[in-house]
């Protein structure tokens, strides 16, 4: 049980500082009426964010923006969804939703709370095989179709008019290394996670391992910062299996949603854990 309600909130001053920014480059690129309206919208995600706000109870969540106000009782949420980083709630009739921001200060523990109140909505029977979402695999089929393509262009301009096209060269490079370098560690990432009874099996590109429920240690929801400036940035979740002997594996971009991968793996894990000791 909470001893107290517990409030969840933007980090104001990182986003602040960002707008600020976002304004002084807007300003000094930018004609008068786009400047106006830029700083308009800077106004508005200020004061969005700023109303914005999550509270967790031990009755249910609740949700506040400058626009609406929203709660729902633990017992009211029949089913959840997801995309990405995010997670978003139902009620039976399906005209109450929330969906809390990932970048609200305290996410994971608000993903916490939500499986520790309602651990029936992430039954591992029901999430027997999470994969990569299909949006990921054609992001990266068309970035590495693309990356080709433009080596491809860039290679018979060069070679017909070596001159006029040598500058395209080095572009072409700043294209292609990003996106190799993408495709390198989208390589080594887990592909599919498989539940079968106690053992976890994950699937990589050219590989599969299969860990059991003893073997693990620890299952945890991390983030890094991408962007990284003095502590600012955008956020990006994954989720952290450390293993007994202390080697760790990080699973992210799976579908449904990573909130929902995750506490589905802390069920399982729970369960089967509980199964070996009594």
Known sequence: ???????????????????????????????????????????????????QKMVISDEGIFAQTILDE??????????????????????????????????LFGYEEIVYFIGNKRPDLFDPQEYGVMKQSASVQVMLDVLAVASVGVLL??????????????????????????????????????????????????????????????????????YFKTWQTRGM???NYFIMLVQKHKETIRISRLSPCVPIVYLVLKNWHKKNVQIKTD
């Open 1 to 51: 049980m909470l001893d107290k309600p517990r409030t969840y909130r933007h980090s104001l001053v990182e986003f602040i500082l960002g707008m600020v920014i976002l304004v002084i480059v807007g300003i000094s690129i930018l004609p008068a009426f786009l400047r106006v309206l830029l700083i308009g919208i800077v106004f508005l995600s200020v004061l969005y964010l700023i109303t």
């Open 70 to 103: 929203k709660f729902l009782r633990w017992d009211e949420i029949s089913r959840v969804s997801g995309r990405g980083d995010g997670i978003k709630l139902y009620n039976f009739n399906g005209d109450v939703t929330i969906a809390p921001s990932p970048n």
């Open 153 to 222: 262009v860039v290679g018979v301009l060069f070679f017909y008019k070596r001159e006029s096209s040598a500058f395209l060269l080095p572009l072409s490079l700043l294209v292609f290394i990003p996106v190799g370098m993408f495709a390198v560690i989208s390589f080594f990432q887990v592909q599919a996670v498989i539940l079968d009874g106690k053992y976890l099996h994950l699937k990589y590109l050219l590989q599969e391992k299969t860990l059991s429920a003893d073997e693990i240690e620890s299952i945890s929801l991390c």
């Open 233 to 235: 940035g955008i956020k």
